[in-house]
């Protein structure tokens, strides 16, 4: 072969690896990277030595971390910690970040509280894959409040809160909770996604872990899927060590992505929240509406509990359809009127985007304590458009809904 061919091949390995000019952009540059390179052994080590007992900012490979990654992981602990001592981990998804923390903390006799208003792979989960490893479940009334107490027994080693709850949006006194478990030597871990990152501070309510679906506000923009886990120092070994077992790790493109939505997270959410609430109050008037279920409207159970923990809300909640006014048999028939052909807002499970969306709540399976005995259950997330055109779309909606029950 050539000498010329072989400086090719050379030459295409190894050009354009490094810039010396330093140019001051205001993102930091997308680091993508499995390999980590050393000048020597000894550098080699002592990284590998320092990524074991989950030091700051060591790496030795892609998935104890990179450049974008630790800078995600940085602002995460600054902003859910709120200026407590915490750690953040990533996971790519919302559900990794719950289940990696499950598995780290639980073992076989241990038992979990859990609430009933739970996301429900949470619960899938839990009677699932840790019931199998001998990690027994109860699941208990979300508005329990202090009386938790009553339900800790000596083996019980987590408290699993979510408030609101999911689909019905229950708001949990998660201090009163904290402080019982605390008490008697019990971690409690929060599911903050619905209210974070602008609207709640967990670590001020007291509890040791708060688990995100960076997928929803913190990305804000529904082309990311990633979940973090942030947790008091002292609990970060053993967090660690179960995200480097497991696996768990994410790339630098989907770390940008939410370091790039989390800069507009406070003008976004204050916008959900104030079309949220135009919207829910418009339900609220509505003869085919049985009840809004929407924290931040006087009428919710709790809202006096929302007030004091909360800030604001974000543009995520349910309302329920006056059962008398269609036979059960008609309710799947007027729940495709309403949310089909809608111009703004779609049909997806997910929610925390720009974008409005609708989706029948079927939670008979998701519930045990508190089941759901009001009429047909319809969560919305209300985004960022002009909440008259969303009001006018839900009013098609009704009509649509009339019809089909009128046919």
């Known amino acids: ?15 354009g690896r490094r810039i010396d000019a330093a140019v001051n952009t205001a993102n930091l540059p997308v680091h ?16 590998g030595q320092a990524v074991g007992r989950g030091e700051r900012h060591a790496t030795t490979y892609g998935t104890a971390g990179t450049p974008t990654t630790m800078a995600l992981m940085d602002a995460l602990a600054e902003i859910e910690g709120g200026g407590h001592a915490v750690r953040a981990a990533l996971m790519p998804s919302g559900l990794a970040a719950i289940t990696t923390v499950l598995l780290a903390v639980l073992g076989p006799g241990d038992h979990l509280l859990v609430t009933d208003s739970a996301y429900g792979p949470t619960r899938v989960f839990c009677d699932g894959l840790l019931a199998r490893l001998g990690v027994r479940t109860t699941y208990y009334d979300p508005t329990v409040g202090a009386g938790i107490a009553a339900l ?5 080693k ?12 229950e708001v949990q006194d998660v201090p009163a909770i ?7 030597g019990v971690l409690t871990m929060i599911d903050n996604t619905w209210a974070s990152p602008v609207f709640a501070r967990p670590f001020d309510w007291g509890v040791d872990v708060s688990m995100l679906a960076l997928t929803k506000y913190w990305g804000g923009h529904s082309d990311v899927l990633m979940g973090a886990v942030v947790v008091r120092e002292a609990l970060w070994p ?3 060590v179960a995200t480097r077992q497991l696996g768990q790790c994410v790339g630098g493109d989907d770390a940008f992505l939410v370091l790039r939505g989390l800069r507009t997270a406070e003008v976004r959410m204050r916008r959900h929240h104030e079309n949220a609430l135009e919207v829910a109050h418009w339900l609220q008037r509505r003869e085919e509406v049985e ?14 509990l929302w007030r004091r923990d909360f800030s604001g809300a974000s543009g995520l909640f349910s309302f329920s359809l006056e059962p008398s006014l269609f036979a059960p048999t008609r309710a799947y028939a007027a ?3 309403l949310c089909e052909h809608r111009r703004h807002f779609r049909i997806g499970y997910s929610w925390g985007g720009f974008e409005s969306l609708v989706m029948p709540a079927g939670i008979a399976h998701l519930r045990s304590v508190r089941p759901w005995t009001g009429g047909p259950l319809v969560r919305v997330h209300v985004g960022l458009e002009d909440p008259r055109a969303l009001i006018a779309d839900l009013q098609d909606g009704f009509e649509a809904m009339q019809h089909a029950l009128a046919s």
Not at 164 to 169: K, L
Request: hydrophobic letters at 45%; aromatic letters at 6%; charged letters at 20%.
């Open 1 to 15: 072969m050539p000498d010329s061919a072989r400086d090719l091949r050379t030459r295409l390995a190894e050009s």
């Open 152 to 156: 800790i027994r000596p083996e019980t």
């Open 291 to 304: 009840a809004v279920l929407h924290p931040a409207l006087p009428s919710h159970p709790q809202h006096a």
């Open 238 to 240: 053993q967090v660690w």
């Open 158 to 169: 987590l408290i699993w809160l979510e408030s609101p709850g999911s689909y019905t949006f």
């Open 32 to 47: 993508r990277a499995s390999t980590v390179l050393f000048d020597t052994l000894a550098q080699a080590e002592a990284a």
């Open 178 to 184: 904290c402080a019982a478990a605390r008490e008697r």
């Open 335 to 337: 729940l495709a009127a």
